[in-house]
C-alpha cells in the first residue's frame, strides 16, 4: 500500500514524521452483558450505581505505526488495550 491509500482507510494520522505515520485513538466501549455479567459475580459487594459507573463502559486505546519503505509499506505495528475503571 502507499502513503495514501493508507491515509484513505485510516484517516488523517495523530502524527506524521518522515517515513513514519502514528494513529492513537482512545474511545470509550460499552461491555456486553456477558462481561458485566462476569464482573458482577467478581464484585458483588459493589453497590449498583458504582457498579454501573465504574464497569458499563471500557476505555479501548489503539495504536498503529505504520513504516514505509520507498512508497510502499515496509513495516505494520498495532497495539491494542482495554481497560475498565477500577
Known amino acids: 500500500m502507499t502513503r495514501s491509500q493508507v491515509e484513505s482507510i485510516l484517516g488523517k494520522p495523530t502524527a506524521s ?36 459507573r465504574d464497569y458499563d463502559y471500557s476505555d479501548l486505546t489503539v495504536y498503529i505505526e505504520v513504516k514505509f519503505s520507498g512508497s510502499k509499506v515496509n513495516d505494520l505495528r498495532l497495539s491494542m488495550s482495554e481497560t475498565m475503571r477500577r
Not at 34 to 41: D, F, G, N, Q, T
Open 17 to 52: 514524521q518522515g517515513d513514519k505515520l502514528e494513529y492513537f485513538r482512545q474511545v470509550k466501549k460499552k461491555n456486553s452483558p456477558e462481561i458485566l455479567r462476569r464482573v458482577r459475580r467478581e464484585h458483588p459487594d459493589v453497590s449498583s450505581k458504582e457498579f454501573h
